[in-house]
């Protein structure tokens, strides 16, 4: 019925039906489709004028096979009243047999029917991966689902989605609420695809999980930029554990696997770690850098998303050992204690120090402490000289000691001279040697141990110098009194020794 017959099909089927013709209908129609032909034009119009004379009175229908169309119609009738039948006993199934004819993605009713199924995405290569689906409760809830699982290379396999915990049981979707099936793929190491099936109910299409690489750092590299009194070259490490000065300035440029979102960093010491500082990205969004100033020790990492809203899982932390400039050492060798004096003494002060970074100056410092009033108590500045109220130390420069820049050893001896301070007897002067070394900014101070010179009269001195020697002499007397006793106790062994006593001479009564 729907294919077109010709012109000349046609004439043969009237001709069929109309036997009087005898041919004249069909040569008429091709002779006039020939407009070059032989014959006459003249005769040819004629032949087609005596042609329609002779077929007007005829009927063509006579040629339709009127019981093929009725044959046809009946059965036409027929499915229409069975697919009315049908679509009334199951609206469902003509309601999406409707659907799909006008080419519309509609599924055929099922006893199980899925409400949600794990959308296609990203993951993370070598991560797992949870499919999960949910079942209507209204339907079949069977009590366990399945995933056909596809590879990139046409491998299949079945990944079983087990019902949830509370989704199990009698009461099962009483409320009303989805019922879960998950499945977990441990390691996902390339492209998937998965499509659920529970029961009678088949996911329409296949989802697709694209594999992609977390971001990583490739290569990191460190520049140690030292502070200026250093004297240190710049340094250059590929390992990220830093050991520095505090206060060094290490610049970092991280080379990343893959162009990424944002590059951070993240410091911490013992107790918390700080807020992330943002590193500056190339435009090709692959390598980062950034400048850590160094004031502590600790530890640091950095955190990175990729472009696929990836983030590098378990970054590496990397320990951080701030190495502080430590004070300077001094001791002095001599003399080392206490003294008592005379305001008009004199004494060689010699010291020795070091320092791990380098010595900038030295001073002798003292401070002069007053004698308290008679009968009243000391004040806490004369028993500790470093209280607030203690006078203000005094500062003597010792002037040739370092003798070259960022020197670490320095020793050395100094005058300390007590007659230009006019001290008066009861007096005390505290005093020490301070290192001060090459930090900048901001030098530390060491200090040795402090020693006191105690003021007295002169004559008070000379009558302790007076008693110090008669305690010597005293002593020396003591001495020389025991060596006589000693030698005459020898000698009268000596004298009660028989002189025929023989050393080897037998014992009386042996």
Not at 132 to 158: F, H, K, N, Y
Not at 196 to 201: L, M, V, Y
Request: hydrophobic share 40%; glycine share 6%; proline share 6%.
């Amino acid at each position: 019925l729907r294919r077109v017959a010709d012109d000349d099909e046609v004439a043969l089927r009237v001709e069929k039906g109309h036997p009087e013709l005898r041919g004249r209908l069909i040569s008429t129609i091709q002779l006039a489709r020939m407009p070059n032909a032989a014959a006459s034009h003249e005769l040819i119009a004629a032949l087609e004028e005596d042609t329609l004379s002779f077929t007007g009175g005829l009927s063509f229908t006579d040629i339709i096979d009127v019981q093929l169309l009725k044959r046809i119609a009946l059965a036409a009738g027929g499915l229409l009243l069975l697919s009315i039948a049908l679509g009334a006993w199951r609206s469902d199934f003509a309601k999406a047999m409707l659907a799909r004819l006008a080419l519309s993605e509609r599924q055929y009713p099922t006893a199980a029917r899925f409400v949600t199924v794990t959308p296609s995405g990203v993951v993370a290569k070598g991560d797992p991966q949870t499919i999960t689906v949910t079942l209507d409760p209204d339907g079949v809830l069977p009590d366990s689902a399945s995933a056909a699982l596809r590879s990139a290379g046409g491998q299949t396999t079945q990944l079983v989605l087990v019902r949830v915990k509370g989704a199990t049981g009698k009461d099962a979707g009483k409320d009303g609420k989805p019922v879960e099936y998950k499945g977990i793929l441990e390691h996902v190491l390339e492209d998937v695809e998965f499509r659920p099936a529970a029961h009678d109910a088949l996911w329409p299409r296949w989802e697709k999980l694209t594999v992609l690489q977390r971001p990583a750092v490739k290569t990191l590299a460190l520049v140690s930029h030292f502070p200026a009194y250093l004297g240190r070259a710049d340094e250059t490490s590929s390992i990220g554990d830093l050991r520095v000065p505090a206060g060094d300035l290490v610049r970092l440029t991280a080379t990343l696997t893959k162009k990424v979102k944002s590059a951070r960093i993240v410091t911490r010491d013992n107790q918390q770690a700080h807020a992330p500082l943002e590193m500056t990205l190339d435009e090709a969004r692959t390598t980062a850098t950034f400048g850590l100033t160094v004031n502590e020790a600790g530890y640091y990492k950095i955190l990175l998303r990729c472009v696929d809203d990836l983030d590098n899982s378990s970054p590496v932390e990397y320990a951080i050992d701030a190495v502080k400039d430590r004070a300077p050492t001094v001791r002095i060798s001599f003399p080392a204690q206490d003294k008592t004096v005379t305001r008009f003494a004199h004494w060689p002060v010699r010291f020795s120090g070091r320092d791990d970074y380098g010595i900038a100056r030295a001073a002798l410092k003292y401070r002069v402490m007053s004698a308290p009033a008679e009968g009243a108590a000391p004040a806490e500045a004369d028993t500790a000289p470093d209280a607030a109220d203690a006078p203000p130390a005094q500062s003597l420069a010792l002037e040739g000691l370092i003798t070259a820049k960022n020197q670490k050893e320095a020793s050395g001896e100094v005058n300390f001279d007590l007659r230009p301070l006019n001290l008066q007897p009861g007096q005390r002067v505290i005093y020490w040697i301070d290192y001060e070394d090459n930090r900048e900014p901001g030098a530390n101070h060491g200090k040795s141990q402090t020693y006191t010179f105690n003021v007295v009269d002169v004559a008070v001195l000379q009558e302790m110098l007076d008693r110090d020697r008669n305690a010597v002499l005293e002593g020396i007397q003591t001495i020389r009194d025991k060596e006589k006793d000693t030698r005459d106790g020898v000698d009268k062994i000596r004298r009660d020794l028989p002189t025929n006593a023989s050393p080897n001479a037998p014992t009386p009564g042996k």
